[in-house]
């Protein structure tokens, strides 16, 4: 008796974790005690684990357990950045927060407490290798029992077929007791249908199927770690039963993600060549035992015919009856809301012109303001049937998983997350299923929690780099290396599913991490993690995602911006265009300038996202990361630092004078050519470091693509010269550099003949060069370029004040100029000696490039007579690298390495700080720009039905422009040609109310005017 009771003693916490390990993944989710406001409830599981962490607690007390060293720290991190949140949220953001209930946001915290506690426990009971291999053992017992219950369920159909007689007295099923709604939480068995998504004992098939990309990785690598046969067999049948019943889940995301984990962990091992086995198997099994899931997959995306507005916003789905007999005179009902509930979609290439069709039915809310422009009393009327102008288009459709998160829980957690970005809205602010755990931790907790939750892995991380060279035993490697496949498979799935949310997922995972960080510590007691967490987050992957961030941080808000001025006759263009005219965009212009590249994007943006700008927003801000990305590299390649590399990049990314390259879609010709030219200077440069013809071949094709992108690529070989003279230090009068040069000296040559024989429109008005002005205007406006790059869009009325000023003097300005730039010019050849010692000085070198490459870059705007922030998009590179320049130079100056980091954090918050205000003002301008254009179009789309051949359409004091963000300088015609499309309505533009009173009462004649606030109203 003494020897049993000694044996409890000793082993309690093993017994405990143990039955833990079987009871969570077997007993079913039935309630217990109600939670109120919620359907989840306490379980008889989270008492169990209660008791084990009070055992865990007395012992730790009395010092027969610890503490794994340092890795408790990132728990603790984590626990904190919880309770912070909490409390905030229970303070400041959840009174305001409809069905929030403080009761139910600190039970949440408390569950997060209850889950990664199991760690602590796990972690102390691994006390030799004879543990990991029991544990192991009862791991592989738990998974054989429920996978035992999976097959009931997925089969026992079956038996009732083959034995009617017997199952008449005797039915029965193995039930499923699921979560999903309010009702199934209750405890209700369900007995499952043949066909049905498995659940065995969880709550979810998408709880099981995640506990098995968790595992499988960790029996495979057991196949190859064991040495007896029977051993591998055994493994291998654990292996296979366990795949097949994730197959029965039919979880698509979870056999993707046990896809990956698996070849990783097939990597590690050494074991590459199984990986197509395997996969290979995999398939098989799904093909055979789960028609379902296979279907699943292959409706992920599946094509069809909608019915679309002239927007491109979708009425309904075409009946199959009517894909094949439709005519452009088809006058028929279509019926809509076809597609299943919440199903979007993406535009392919349309072959040919779309089809018409001109009556549809359509349901749509709308507002009381809307109602009562259409007469209507109430506005939550629908209309059914509507007349007009409807297309039939082919596109490709997506399915409800995917839209139900695209459209509402990844949004609502991404707007929980900007609620506080720092600690988030708290817990229970968020629906009960977000579909992707890092959102909603970010949602809940913010930058803080999602740095603390990452911290646990990435030090856990830092435990297995050190003790895997230590670890020679086959089992414990084979695990610890299975169980990194594992959790590289969770973390896959948690992007699509809330996996670390789901109770008996989460409480297995962190025990079974425990047990590998005992594992661990039984091979090596001492490890270093400030010397490797400081050289991953100091590394260039941790510093682009920064930057990353950063860019999601500053221009998320301007996402949702409508369309304005010039973007209306890009996308006409696009909505034009078939797909065998694409190759005649390289050949002719049709008046407008040479740019084929940049309307082959816009078609190809269009066809995905038609009349909706968040998709065209996004590819905007997509451009302007990689071209920051390339600032990156290239001042990387200059100053060998990476601290000085961020900043330059920080300063590309969000100097105030970025605004209208990034929230003014038809900017798109200047981002790309800048993108493609920054990115052939870095493709030079490798040329010159290594001689290497296939750079050159690169830069000279990314060359091409500038010139197929905008104008202002004539300035490309200037640029590469500049960058052999004060980068690669090359000779560039040898007959070596003057042969590479030729190809690009070719493309500039040959541009301007291209140019006039594409038929692209000539120089004029804005784009015209004055000779009597051109030297004032070159340097007024490169000093206004400067100005605008230290002060942002503020100094630009300043600068035109100035100039208009000046303009009445042009003549002896334009005089004084050309004098001053002589005498510098004679000075400078008088000096060329002392100038050659300049030259071998790094910090004058690199400042007379940095200006040098804003001058050249800014060569074919700088004569002409207006200053505009698009304009200033490449030069402002060189004005990054001239600010890294300055503040190395103040670095230096400094004796101190803490007041070197004092002065760089103190720098980067008020440059940032600076440039968030000023993007704010100017994201403003450009959000109301885009109001006024959408309710211009969304009042003339409700208040006439388009049935107005050969009307004229009067508008009174037009509004041109929001202080600098455009509005209707051009594109009213093409934005009025999406609401209608009838080429017969002719539009004009005046001035005076009372001449537009007048022609209102003319027939066929509809007069429109602005109030004050740029509002759009009929003048009757």
Known sequence: MGRLLNFFRQNLLKILVSFLIIFIPLYPKLPSVHINHTWVYIRLEDFAILLTVLVWLLQFMLRKVK???????????????????????????????????????????????????????????????KDLRDYLIILSATVVAFSAYAFGQRFYLDLWAAFPKFFEHYSFCFPSFQTGNEQFAKGIPLCLPKGARITATFAGHYDLAAYLVMLIPVFTALIFAVKKRLYKILAFLLTLTSIMVMIFTSSRVSF???????????????????????????????????????????????????????????????????????????????????????????????????????????????????????????????????????LIKKVLVYDISFTTRFQAEWPNAWNAFLRNPILGSGFATIT??????????????????????????????????????????????????GLVGGVVGIFLNATLIDVFEASKLAESMWIVLGIAAGTAFLYKKDYQYVKYILRYLTSHVFIVFYLFFLLVFFYMRAIGNFFVADDFTWLK????????????????????????????????????????????????????????????????????????????????????SQGEDLYWISTMSTNLYALFTVYAILAWTQFRGHGSKIWYIIAL????????????????????????????????????????????????????????????????????????????????????????????????????????????QALYIAAILLFVLLVGAFYIFINRAKIKKYYKNEELRLAFFALSFSFVALIPFLGLGNLSERYAYLASVGFSILFVLVVRKLVSLLKSKRAVNIFLVVLMLFVGGYYYYQQGLENAEWKEAGRITQRTLGYLRLYYDGNHPNASFYFVNLPIRKDQAWIFPVGLEDGIWFIYRDPSIRIYKITSLSEGMTLSKQKNTFVFAFDKNDNIYAVK
Not at 446 to 451: D, E, K, Y
Not at 718 to 741: C, E, T
């Open 67 to 129: 503490l794994p060293p340092k890795i408790w720290t990132g728990f603790a991190f984590y626990w904190a950045a919880g309770l912070a949140s909490l409390v905030f949220s229970l303070i400041f953001i959840g009174p305001h927060i409809a069905n929030f209930f403080p009761k139910v946001a600190a039970l949440y915290y408390l569950r997060h407490i209850e889950y990664l506690s199991l760690f602590f426990v796990a972690f102390s009971t691994v006390r030799s290798r």
């Open 256 to 390: 993707i993600a046990y896809l990956v984990g698996i070849a990783v962990t097939l990597w590690l091992i050494k074991k590459k060549k199984y990986i197509i086995p395997f996969f290979a198997l995999s398939v098989v099994l799904l093909l055979i035992f789960s028609s379902s899931t296979a279907k699943r997959f292959m409706e992920t995306f599946r094509l069809t015919s909608v019915v679309v507005n002239n927007q491109g916003q979708v009425v309904g789905q075409l009946p199959q009856d009517l894909q094949n007999k439709v005519s452009n005179n088809i006058i028929a009902n279509v019926p809509t809301q076809n597609l299943p509930e919440g199903s979007g979609y993406l535009g392919l290439p349309q072959v040919s012109n779309l089809k018409k069709t001109n009556k549809a039915i359509v349901q749509s809310n709308l507002s009381i303001e809307e109602a009562k422009k259409l007469k209507l009393e109430n506005g939550g009327v629908q209309i059914s049937t509507i007349s007009g102008s409807f």
């Open 432 to 481: 009960l299923a977000v579909d992707n755990n890092f959102l909603r931790i970010l949602g809940e907790t913010g930058l803080l929690g999602m740095a603390s939750f990452l911290s646990i892995f990435l030090l856990l991380f830092l435990v297995l780099k050190q003790v895997l060279p230590e670890v020679s035993d086959s089992l414990p490697r084979a695990f610890l290396l």
């Open 573 to 656: 263009w696009a909505a034009t265009t078939n797909l065998p005219d694409l190759p005649k965009l390289f050949i002719n212009s049709q008046g407008f300038f040479y740019r084929p590249l940049d309307k082959l994007m816009m078609y190809l943006l269009y066809t995905v996202f038609s009349f909706t700008p968040n998709g065209y927003h996004v590819f905007m801000l997509s451009i302007h990361f990689l071209t920051a990305l390339g600032v990156y590299i290239l001042i990387q390649k200059l100053f060998k630092n990476k601290v000085l590399s961020f900043i330059g990049a920080f300063v590309f990314l969000f100097l105030p």
């Open 701 to 808: 094709s990314l060359g091409l693509l500038t010139f197929l992108s905008y104008e202002g690529s004539i300035i490309l070989l200037p640029l590469i010269i500049l960058v052999d003279i004060f980068v690669s230090k090359i000779k560039v009068y040898k007959d070596s550099a003057i042969l590479s040069y030729i190809p690009f000296g070719i493309f500039t040559l040959l541009y301007p003949f291209v140019r006039q024989l594409t038929n692209s429109v000539g120089f004029g008005g804005d784009y015209s060069y004055s000779l009597p002005h051109l030297v004032p205007n070159f340097v007024g406006n490169f000093l206004g370029y400067v100005a605008m790059y230290i002060a942002g869009e503020p100094v630009l009325p300043y600068y035109t004040m100035l100039r208009d000023l000046l303009k009445q």
